[in-house]
Nanobody, 126 residues
Framework: QAQLVESGGGTVQAGDSLTLSCAAS????????KAWFRQAPGKEREFVSA????????HYADSVKDRFTISRDNYKNMVWLQMNSLKPEDTGVYYC???????????????????WGQGTQVTVSS
């Protein structure tokens, strides 16, 4: 079972910034596609951002585009999510996910990822 560990969550004010980190311990996933999802209470898990394994092409949900930035370090097997101009609606548990078998057309579908971190809570107050 791949080990993904997120960190960096917290409670901030609207307009603040946070950077989430995700460390993957399995070398198998060194160059796998990495993604961030989030889940608010009572809501379905939703796509936030992803970086395609080979090209590094990034994908963002419309709700976070121009505010969030995904980045990675393949040598360290880490991925980050820089979140700027945070809004109360960004509140939720943020999960890092990866899967070496995912295809690009499914990159936004959380059901296609088999490896997940434990999540880190982000709370944005107004």
């Amino acid at each position: 079972q791949a080990q993904l560990v997120e960190s960096g969550g917290g409670t901030v004010q609207a307009g603040d910034s946070l950077t989430l980190s995700c460390a993957a311990s399995e070398k198998t996933f060194l160059r796998a596609t990495k993604a961030w999802f989030r889940q608010a209470p009572g809501k379905e898990r939703e796509f936030v951002s992803a970086m395609w394994r080979s090209t590094g092409v990034t994908h963002y949900a419309d709700s976070v585009k121009d505010r969030f930035t995904i980045s990675r370090d393949n040598y360290k097997n880490m991925v980050w999510l820089q979140m700027n101009s945070l809004k109360p609606e960004d509140t939720g548990v943020y999960y890092c996910a990866t899967d070496p078998t995912i295809i690009q057309s499914n990159i936004r579908d959380y059901r296609q990822y088999n490896y997940w971190g434990q999540g880190t809570q982000v709370t944005v107050s107004s």
